[in-house]
């Protein structure tokens, strides 16, 4: 092994941030391996949120969460989960 042949630490450094940067163009997060959920479905929002079906009706009458509708499936998406979530951090 040669000189030119050592990988540095800051290699390594590079090269992990450029793999971070692709995964995250397909949706993928990392250490996951499995791509990031854009959309969740009800029941999933309210164990998300720990919350009642109520509530999460509340949410999306008085217009709180966004949501859309695909047949009889009501579905929300996570970065308006994730909004709110940072909204109420006390």
């Given at each position: 092994m040669t000189a030119l042949d050592l990988i540095t630490k800051e290699d390594l450094?590079?090269?992990?941030?450029e793999l971070f940067g692709e995964l995250k163009k397909f949706g993928i997060s990392p250490g996951s391996g499995q791509p990031a959920k854009q959309w969740l479905k009800?029941?999933?929002v309210r164990r998300l949120l720990n919350i009642s079906a109520g509530t999460l009706q509340n949410l999306r009458i008085?217009?709180?969460?966004?949501?859309?509708?695909?047949?009889s499936i009501l579905y929300y998406k996570q970065e308006d989960i994730?909004?709110?979530?940072?909204d109420n951090l006390s």
């Open positions: 450094e590079q090269f992990k941030s009800s029941a999933e008085n217009g709180t969460l966004r949501y859309t509708k695909m047949g994730s909004k709110i979530l940072n």
